[in-house]
C-alpha cells in the first residue's frame, strides 16, 4: 500500500582487525565481523509477496565472516 509507515530496523555489525609485520613482507590483517549481531528481523509488509522490503531490508539475519590481507 502506497504511503504504509514501515517500522525502524536497526542493526549491530561489530568488525574486530589485528594487523602485524610478518618477516619481511609487508604487513598482515586479519578481520573478523558479524553483519547483525542481534539477529534483528527486517520489519513486516503486508503488500508485497516476501512479507519485507526487499531493496532495504535483508532477511538473513545473524551472518559472520573473515577476511585476510597480505600487503607485499
Do not use: C, K
Not at 610478518?22 to 516476501?50: C, H
Not at 531493496?55 to 539475519?61: A, E
Amino acid at each position: 500500500m502506497l504511503g504504509e509507515d514501515i517500522d525502524s530496523w536497526t542493526t549491530l555489525d561489530l568488525q574486530y582487525n589485528y594487523r602485524w609485520q610478518w618477516g619481511n613482507a609487508g604487513p598482515l590483517s586479519l578481520t573478523f565481523g558479524i553483519i547483525n549481531a542481534t539477529d534483528e528481523d527486517p520489519p513486516t509488509r503486508d503488500d508485497v509477496d516476501q512479507g519485507y522490503d526487499s531493496v532495504t531490508h535483508d532477511p538473513r539475519g545473524r551472518r559472520f565472516y573473515i577476511g585476510i590481507q597480505q600487503s607485499f
